[in-house]
């Protein structure tokens, strides 16, 4: 177990097209870019919000285990962790892509709920597999105090 790869290589590569993507779509977009409720947003922003969402979220990852005091339950669902980080960063430049899309009129938000419902099915997918932690998962009093509610809760949530 390399600790030190909190996200796979396809998350990170998906956070590298997004840059990429933001800096071809910069010279595109208009100087201002119409917002939610007639705000008037700067490309710039526009450009760099979501990356540097994407790139907050994979410092968390790298972060997030080591300050947890369950640490030890990581090893045994440490490839699970990894995946649902990559999940989280790979939806997350899909929902950039669709930003910029829109910000250029050539693409609909209307990806954008596709986009999410899919990350859930794929993290559902796996929640079996977690095991107690403070950051992942069902998180409540009765399922971090018991092992067996823990087990029983998420093998519920993930549909197995």
């Known amino acids: 177990m390399?600790?030190?790869r909190a996200i796979p290589w396809w998350?990170?590569?998906s956070w590298v097209l997004a840059i990429i993507l933001g800096i071809v779509a910069y010279a595109h977009l208009p100087a201002q870019v119409a917002g939610n409720a007639n705000r008037i947003t700067p490309r710039l922003l526009i450009v760099l919000y979501e990356p540097a969402f994407m790139l907050?979220?994979?410092?968390?990852?790298?972060?997030?285990?080591?300050?947890?005091?369950?640490?030890?339950n990581y090893e045994s669902f440490w490839s699970t962790y990894r995946y649902i980080g990559g999940v989280i960063v790979v939806c997350i430049s899909l929902v950039y892509l669709a930003v910029i899309g829109h910000a250029l009129n050539i693409a609909s938000m209307r990806f954008v709920p596709t986009v999410i419902g899919i990350m859930?099915?794929?993290?559902?997918?796996?929640?079996?597999?977690?095991?107690?932690?403070?950051?992942i998962g069902f998180r409540t009093p009765w399922t971090l105090s018991s092992a067996e509610s823990w087990n029983r809760t998420h093998r519920l949530g993930g549909n197995n």
Do not use: E, S, T, Y
């Open 2 to 4: 390399k600790k030190n």
């Open 11 to 13: 998350g990170w590569l």
């Open 56 to 72: 907050g979220i994979i410092l968390l990852w790298h972060v997030l285990w080591r300050i947890d005091p369950k640490k030890k």
């Open 120 to 135: 859930f099915m794929l993290m559902a997918n796996v929640l079996p597999r977690i095991q107690p932690n403070w950051w």
